[in-house]
């Protein structure tokens, strides 16, 4: 039996109109405008699409959207000078510094500069403690966004086997936190993991995020399980370019249960809960009422 399609971009399109309502909400009965500033720094393409991406959906959803370009060369000191500015701007809610950074820039330094109830990526090292320890943070937006579809999925996800395959900071460790969180029983796997099929055989839920084109095959798979897949890959197939995810969607989509597909699975849902993060980070920051369902 072929897996149920777990339709992300359909997901996204019903998260960002909840952030919308909610939006609309807190200008009407608050007078309140989240606000989201987006800091690129050079002229990486395909940063720049994902920036007027970015934009374009905070402006849709009523929130304020402002975009600071950098010139390739400017300093650190320059760059930490603007998120001290960000910081301190009570308009502005949640701010992200678009990775990657120019080789001269300490990304870490970067990202650890931001205020950590701006930070909506969820990568600053307070944010990354606090969800390590099961308490409020801002959690990074990809996790957040398999952790939803994996709710509305499933309904609860609780006992659940699942293994990660990836052990990445911005994927792989927070997933693996938000997925204890919800009770389930979690295995983290990477490339050097002894006998990696044999682990993922195991799991009720299977979330690719190794960075390795088509790597987990449909005979890794459980019968039934839920494929969750995280990988974006480019490649040429057929003398065409192809985007393709860390699973073989072909072969595991006859086994599993449900699976997400590449492009239109987990992609779309990451600027959405960007979109609920600055939502979220608006209400802490207003002592009002966190958005229902738009939190892990």
Sequence with gaps: M??????????????????????????????????????LVGEDPASEVYVRSKGKMTVEVGMKSVEHKLAADTSEAEL?????????????????????????????LVINSLDPAKDVDGFHISNVGLLGTGQKSMVPC????????????????SGMNAVVVGRSNIVGKPMAQLLLGDSCT???????????????????????????P????????????????????????????????DADYESCAEVAGAITPVPGGVGPMTIACLLANTLTACCRANGLDEPEGLTA
Excluded: Y
């Excluded at 149920?4 to 309140?32: C, M, P, S, Y």
């Excluded at 579809?149 to 309904?155: A, V």
């Design 2 to 39: 072929a897996a149920t399609v777990i339709d992300g971009k359909a997901f996204a399109a019903k998260v960002r109109e909840q952030v919308a309502e909610h939006v609309k909400r807190l200008k009407d009965d608050h007078n309140i405008t989240p606000g989201l500033a987006v800091v």
């Design 80 to 108: 930490l000078a603007l998120i001290d500015q960000l910081n301190n701007d009570p308009e502005i809610h949640g701010i992200l510094v678009q990775l990657p950074l120019p080789d001269h820039l300490d990304e870490d």
């Design 186 to 212: 979690v295995t983290i796997a990477h490339s050097r993991t002894k006998d990696l099929p044999e682990v993922v055989r195991g799991a009720d839920i299977v979330v690719a995020a190794v960075g390795r």
């Design 214 to 245: 088509e790597m987990v095959q449909g005979d890794w798979i459980k019968p039934g399980a839920t494929v969750i897949d995280v990988g974006i890959n480019r490649i040429e197939r057929d003398g065409k370019k192809k985007l393709v995810g």
């Design 142 to 157: 990809t996790p957040l966004g398999c952790l939803m579809m994996l709710r509305d999925h499933h309904g609860s996800i």
